[in-house]
């Protein structure tokens, strides 16, 4: 499979465009989280051109709006044109007895839980909606299953049972280790790319959630590339300096929004090999440009690649 991951628009680096990352061959598409309507627009465009793809694979990370808002847009599209379409999200109601047990107090009916989670986990709620009015196939994103040729690895179903029962239990905006409850158990997929590259996609997940880091050549830096879970990951790999690593940041140009500004400057006092990065554009994997190790052109396109158009170098 190839990837691709959405960028911003006309230049507008203000706007939270949120994520939107596109794994694809001749015949499929995984859809990996859709932030914004202008996502949607470009998957339609990038399906409208890639015309022999006829099975369409979304997964959602998380609840949050800038990796959701333009999933029902996307979903109304599909099913206007007939795409076979599957839709992957932790499934948390299926899990409400689980949830129950772990609380424990004795209080809680299962329609009263029911309805909390679904207050609670909102967008998730009408997205799985919107694909049972479609009849689109609804899968339970569970660790192993399969997505197409890709695979979900985590969150394990203990993991994201214990997050739903803090945010009912806390019933506010929680966080576990500096994530919200929202981020902490991000859906995550791994995909082996055409170069028999595997990457590992995981939202904005909390890094003590993502195993077997050092398995993967290509690592997504969660939550856009914010630098505590960036530093926690290279702590965890037996040699970073090694490994590719993929940043998602379409939140907005600001530092306090951005979310990878401190990450490029610390990548950079730190010697390793800089991250892709969405604020630079759109990233496609492969890339030649990643395998260009001579020549000072060579470096100046790989540099501009890493962290734009720098001017002379």
Do not use: W
């Not at 399906?47 to 333009?70: A, E, F, P, Q, Y």
């Not at 970073?240 to 690593?245: A, D, G, M």
């Amino acid at each position: 499979m190839k990837l691709k991951a959405l960028s911003h628009y006309n230049g507008d680096m203000d706007t939270r465009f949120g994520d939107c990352i596109l794994l694809y061959d001749t015949n499929t598409l995984i859809v990996y989280d859709c932030g914004h309507n202008k996502h949607s627009e470009m998957v339609k465009s990038f399906l409208r051109t890639n015309s022999s793809i006829s099975k369409v694979h979304i997964v959602i990370s998380h609840n949050d709006s800038d990796h959701t808002d333009g999933v029902i847009d996307l979903l109304d599209y599909l099913y206007a044109e007939k795409y076979s379409t599957l839709v992957y999200s932790s499934l948390y109601l299926k899990h409400t007895q689980k949830v129950i047990d772990l609380l424990d107090d004795g209080r809680r009916t299962k329609s009263a839980t029911k309805e909390h989670i679904l207050n609670t986990f909102d967008k998730i709620a009408k997205i799985i909606e919107k694909a049972r009015e479609c009849s689109f196939t609804i899968m339970d994103a569970t660790v192993d299953t399969d997505v197409a040729s890709a695979k979900i690895v985590g969150p394990t179903e203990d993991e994201f049972v214990a997050v739903v029962a803090q945010a009912i239990e806390d019933n506010a905006v929680t966080q576990i280790e500096g994530e919200t409850v929202m981020n902490a158990a991000s859906v995550q997929l791994k995909c082996t790319l055409s170069n028999a590259k595997t990457v590992l996609l995981c939202g904005d997940a909390s890094p003590s959630y993502l195993r077997e880091l050092n398995s993967y050549d290509i690592i997504q830096l969660p939550h856009h590339g914010q630098l505590d879970d960036a530093k926690a990951i290279f702590d965890k790999l037996n040699d970073p300096y090694r490994k590719t690593f993929l940043i998602s940041d379409n939140t907005g140009s600001a530092e306090n929004s951005g979310g990878s500004i401190k990450l490029k400057n610390y990548m950079q006092e730190e010697h390793y090999k800089a991250a892709l990065n969405t604020q630079n554009g759109v990233v496609e994997l492969p890339s030649d440009t990643l395998n260009v190790n001579s020549g000072n052109q060579g470096i100046q396109t790989q540099r501009r690649m890493y962290y734009g158009d720098l001017g002379s170098i």
